[in-house]
């Protein structure tokens, strides 16, 4: 994710910014810049790759102002590249901004900008809003705050902003939406400065004092003091917050590791990921990379799922529902073995590979052996610009944010709704009617409220954790939607915990799995209240007339199973194509309580690496 630093006051503020990046660099990024003004004359900087490649580009360069705006950026809008990175400046070079997340109606305000005239250089949505705000200042002749209040009015989506003018030279405006943007507030009365940065681990060895801005409230420096506002003009009294948090301890939100923090993120990871492709009048999907196929698609006679590990855990859950929405026979295989098997193609199959990194070798390999074959290639790929993203005919972006801790967590949920979008989106050019479409988008969008009320049951999952942490072998157990789960459970399970763990659909059990079963060997059966429920709880007492532990998972107002499991783990109902994206949150937790309890590195387990770029 995107980080923003600014600093005004009465110290050269490149060294700040520079550092301030450097306290950034654990969000993830894929390049980075910095601008300074000094004696209304802007330097800017940047560079694709890393804060040290920019400190390399300025290591001979005289850097002076007191004034100036840096970022990291984890790109969204067109690839990583010098002229993407930030600061991206308005057509007259007088506006210069940074920008966090997504400007979703920049397209619609780029068409207007163009018919006035302006040019764009880079593929940003914030080059779209540089010029916005600078459009609005001329035009109107406000000071910048104005600007950029009547700019944001404008705007749809998210962000967090840091804007200078350089006829403004005692201004920085900083303004958010969804991206969190906190202001130091440091110096003296007679000798006031300011930090503002993404979090406050860029501040915290200046001040201790800061100010969280609001979601549509806009912060404004000017001359040493500081006006808080909303969007919408209302002078706001800002509650100044004493940092108490170590450096180490704000890098990870406040959580003890980046797998904790990734999992409570969930909540916002998909809101991001729907966030301005449901269109519910249509009961339909809006997928930008996927319009120019749109012949392709709608001629799709089957598709073939390609991924890894995890992600392949969320093909065989988007199978079920790509054949059930889209009516499109689906079949799941290891990214590794497409490669390697005889397989006659028939007409018009696709392929869809699923990954986190977009790097690894397994599923890129598929790829271009199925562009060989003359297969449609698609992508779920979280990395933005990685080699599976270039490599896909066309792609969907996760949208999450980087994900740091080894084990996937908040990217494997949006892998399983996103694979349950493009299902609607298929079936609404074929068999799905409007109104099957909108009663399903209604659901997907009560998911993010749902996923954190899942996250509060998370203390229960730590006691199970400590109950259950001595176990040496375990058994996941799922059936349709949910074996997909019960896999992706057992995976956690092992990678976290180093737990001997075994995934799979519930059914195998009788056929061989249950001999093994005795008062050691405990198993997490998800049973959700569902078309599988009563096979589910027949597992369960299968389990249970053997001797053995059952933890059972259910939908919340089911007691029925108290009586019989050992101990119950509840998530809001929904529909059932959605449950394993609430499923996966007390798995996640549950394997990740245990590795903590077993004094493990939790985010990064031994023998493993986060991208797996080897066959
Ligand atoms: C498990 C995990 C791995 C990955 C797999 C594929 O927690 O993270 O199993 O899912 O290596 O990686 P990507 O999604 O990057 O292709």
């Not at 003018?165 to 006031?192: F, L, M, Q, R």
């Amino acid at each position: 994710m995107c980080g923003i630093v600014g600093y005004i006051g009465k110290r050269e503020a490149y060294p700040i910014l520079i550092k301030g990046l450097e306290r950034l660099e654990y969000r993830g990024y894929d390049s980075a810049g910095v601008a300074l003004l000094n004696e209304g004359v802007f330097s800017v900087h940047k560079k694709k790759g890393k804060v040290v490649e920019l400190k390399k580009l300025v290591a001979h360069k005289k850097l002076l102002g007191k004034v100036g705006i840096a970022h990291t950026r984890w790109a969204t809008h067109g690839i990583p590249s010098d002229k993407n990175a930030h600061p991206q400046l308005s057509n007259s070079g007088d506006i210069i901004i940074v920008h966090n997340g997504i400007i979703e109606n920049y397209l619609t305000i780029k068409k207007v900008l163009t018919k006035k005239g302006y040019k764009f250089y880079s593929d940003t949505d914030t080059e779209v809003l540089a010029n916005l705000i600078e459009d609005i200042k001329k035009n109107t002749k406000v000071n910048l705050g104005e600007a950029v209040r009547l700019a944001l009015l404008e705007i749809d989506g998210a962000y967090g902003i840091l804007v200078l003018a350089k006829d403004e030279p005692d201004t920085i405006v900083v303004a958010k939406i969804g991206s969190p943007a906190v202001i130091g507030v440091g110096g003296s009365k007679t000798n006031p400065e300011f930090f503002i940065a993404s979090d406050a681990t860029p501040i915290i060895e200046y001040t201790d004092r800061v100010i969280y801005l609001e979601d549509r409230e806009m912060g404004i420096i000017k001359n040493g003091e500081l006006t808080i506002k909303t969007i919408q003009n209302k002078i706001v009294n800002p509650y100044v917050h004493k940092l108490e948090m170590k450096i180490e301890e704000l890098e990870k939100g406040g959580f003890e590791h980046f797998m904790l923090k990734e999992i409570f993120e969930q909540p916002e990871a998909l809101h991001s990921t729907i966030r301005g492709r449901l269109i519910e009048s249509d009961g339909n999907i809006k997928f930008g990379g996927l319009e120019k196929f749109q012949k392709e698609l709608k001629n799709l006679r089957s598709l073939t799922v390609v991924a890894m590990g995890t992600a392949r855990f969320t093909g065989l859950i988007g199978e079920y529902a790509l054949e059930e929405l889209a009516d499109i026979p689906t079949k799941v295989e290891y990214g590794s073995e497409f490669t390697y098997r005889k397989k006659a193609i028939a007409k018009n199959s696709g392929l869809l590979a699923i990954s986190q990194s977009g790097e690894t070798a397994d599923t890129l390999n598929s790829i271009k052996e199925a562009k060989r074959k003359g297969m449609l290639t698609l992508g779920i790929v979280n990395v933005i610009g990685s080699s599976i993203a270039r490599e896909v005919d066309a792609g969907i972006y996760n949208h999450v944010g980087p994900e740091t801790a080894v084990a996937s967590t908040k990217a494997s949920t949006s892998q399983v709704l996103l694979q349950i979008m493009l299902a609607i989106y298929l079936g609404r050019m074929r068999g799905l009617t409007k109104k099957e479409g909108q009663t399903i988008l209604k659901e997907i969008q009560k998911l993010p409220e749902l996923a954190a009320k899942t996250l509060k049951n998370s203390d229960q999952i730590k006691n199970l954790a400590k109950k259950y942490k001595k176990i040496e072998h375990f058994f996941f157990l799922g059936r349709k939607y949910n074996a997909g789960t019960a896999m992706e459970g057992a995976l956690k399970m092992k990678e976290c915990s180093y737990i001997h763990a075994e995934g799979m659909n519930a059914t195998e059990l009788k056929h061989g799995p249950l001999s093994l079963i005795d008062e050691n060997f405990p198993s997490l059966v998800i049973a959700p209240m569902d078309s599988m429920y009563e096979k589910s709880k027949s597992s369960i007492q299968e389990i249970k007339a053997r001797g053995g532990l059952v933890i059972a998972l259910t939908t919340e107002g089911n007691k029925e199973l108290e009586k019989i499991a050992n101990d119950v783990i509840y998530i809001p109902k929904t529909l059932e194509m959605l449950t394993p994206i609430l499923a996966f949150i007390p798995m996640q937790l549950f394997a990740y309580y245990i590795a903590v309890e077993r004094g493990n590195d939790v985010d990064k387990p031994r023998n493993l690496a986060k991208s797996v770029t080897v066959e």
